[in-house]
């Protein structure tokens, strides 16, 4: 038999196959999310998450500090706040005493080369749970513009560098970028998310801040995991109104949507390796099913491959370790 083309011979080494790759992930690509709580010395595991905590400001500047020092610079910083201070219209979300905020300034001052991520939806300061207002049971979308404007504009005055609206509400992008612009933060960019589906990938997530609806469900607002061209949809919706980011969430699971955001938009798009995905390679891992190092480490190509150009995931440190 006769072969001139042996795909092999471009496998024959390490050096060659590193040679020829055609998609690398670094450090640079990643984001760690962490969550914080208030008060000192605090450290709780969160045992749907493994590897994840709950930390105080404390513990938590000394976790940026550890993630710098293996090239990890962007952090998506989420607040787990006590039911104490949540009411219906998350008042305490632009509260200029809010923990959250005094921890972007903490980390800004002490670590001004971070790139800052923030949240910016209700539920982590609702009392009903839902990321907008609720009215005789419903979700006012209109209503619930205001409150995320106030909440993103505090976030900005902390020193916030990219803000991350989730809360899926329409409108919401071009108010936020409306309401920044007009009190100087025009150079504060928004990660928006774009097509954030309904998923069943998000439990440990909802375990960490205690966020979980009250009653009902986000599939008003949360896109269908049926739907594809719908995401096209809110991308141009998001592109219009001044948008920075496009993000998909849950990432692994929609890898066709990255890839149909990547070939249509011109923004850079964002992948959220959800709690969920992660959860389940701890899990397999854990009970010696899969290496955790290896399919933490594909799995992130497969994203990267699939047109994200940043990847939000709980494995960026563990990621990063491997690199260093």
């Known amino acids: 038999m006769d072969m001139l083309q042996r795909p092999r011979r471009n496998r024959a080494s390490a050096t060659i196959r590193n040679m020829i790759s055609e998609t690398t992930v670094s450090a640079g690509n990643l984001v760690q999310p962490l969550f914080l709580v208030d008060g000192t010395d605090i450290n709780n ?3 749907s998450l493994p590897g994840m905590s709950q930390l105080s400001i404390d513990n938590l500047l000394r976790e940026v500090e550890s993630c710098l020092q293996l090239g990890l610079q962007s952090f998506m910083l989420f607040p787990a706040v006590d039911e104490s201070l949540k009411d219906s219209e998350a008042s305490y979300s632009h509260n200029p005493r809010n923990f959250y905020l005094n ?13 800052l991520i923030s949240d910016v939806a209700m539920d982590p300061y609702s009392s009903d749970g839902h990321d907008g207002l609720v009215v005789d049971g419903k979700i006012d979308n209109d209503r619930s513009l205001p409150i995320l404007a106030a909440m993103a504009l505090a976030q900005c005055d902390a020193g916030i560098d990219i803000l991350g609206p989730s809360d899926m509400m329409d ?3 071009g108010y936020i970028r409306e309401v920044l612009d007009d009190q100087g933060f025009t150079d504060i960019a928004i990660m928006s998310y774009t097509a954030k589906y309904a998923s069943a990938f998000y439990g440990p997530f909802r375990d960490a801040l205690d966020s979980a609806p009250k009653s009902g469900d986000k599939k008003t607002y949360q896109m269908d995991p049926a739907n594809k061209r719908e995401a096209l949809r809110e991308a141009a919706l998001d592109i219009a109104e001044g948008a920075d980011y496009l993000m998909v969430k849950p ?3 929609y890898l066709d949507v990255i890839q149909t ?5 011109h923004l850079p798009v964002a992948a959220y390796h959800v709690s969920g995905e992660f959860a389940m390679l701890k899990a397999a891992a854990q009970n010696g099913w899969l290496n955790y190092e290896q399919s933490l480490a594909e799995t992130l190509i497969a994203l990267r491959r699939a047109g994200a150009d940043v ?3 709980y494995g960026a440190k563990d990621f990063a370790a491997l690199k260093k």
């Open 45 to 47: 595991p969160i045992h």
């Open 103 to 115: 921890a972007i300034r903490r980390i800004k001052q002490e670590f001004p080369e971070t790139c």
């Open 311 to 313: 990847i939000i995931t």
């Open 251 to 253: 990432a692994l699971h």
């Open 261 to 265: 955001l990547k070939e249509n938009c």
């Open 171 to 173: 409108g919401r992008v």
